[in-house]
């Protein structure tokens, strides 16, 4: 079966960095495009990254740009968001993704991806 597992989560104090990865099994990330979402209590999922499988391109929301960086780790099967500088806003649950490579590049739209993970709580306070 195809598994995404989220990990790195926790509580940090703004200004703080965490790495959150996603590892997979079911499935070779290779061959797909990865993206990261989060959601807040009360708010839209939201398209925070993506890395993309057929070319070398990447995608951030205005929102992160800047401090978050995706990675991939494809002999570990394992992809990876580092979080910056991390202000309380960014607090939510972080989910990964995973589509076939079928597009070009990996899209912000949660509506393309096929496999999820069960996300990991990130929490920004003082």
């Known amino acids: 079966q195809v598994q995404l597992v989220e990990s790195g989560g926790g509580l940090v104090q703004p200004g703080g960095s965490l790495r959150l990865s996603c590892a997979a099994s079911g499935l070779t990330l290779d061959y797909y495009h990865v993206g990261w979402f989060r959601q807040a209590p009360g708010k839209e999922r939201e398209g925070v990254s993506c890395i993309s499988s057929v070319d070398v391109s990447t995608y951030y929301a205005d929102s992160v740009k800047g401090r978050f960086t995706i990675s991939r780790d494809n002999a570990k099967n394992t992809v990876y968001l580092h979080v910056n500088s991390l202000k309380p806003e960014d607090t939510a649950v972080y989910y990964c993704?995973?589509?076939?490579?079928?597009?070009?590049?990996?899209?912000?739209?949660?509506?393309?991806?096929?496999?999820w993970g069960q996300g990991a709580q990130v929490t920004v306070s003082s």
């Open positions: 993704a995973a589509e076939p490579r079928v597009r070009r590049v990996c899209s912000e739209y949660s509506t393309a991806y096929n496999y």
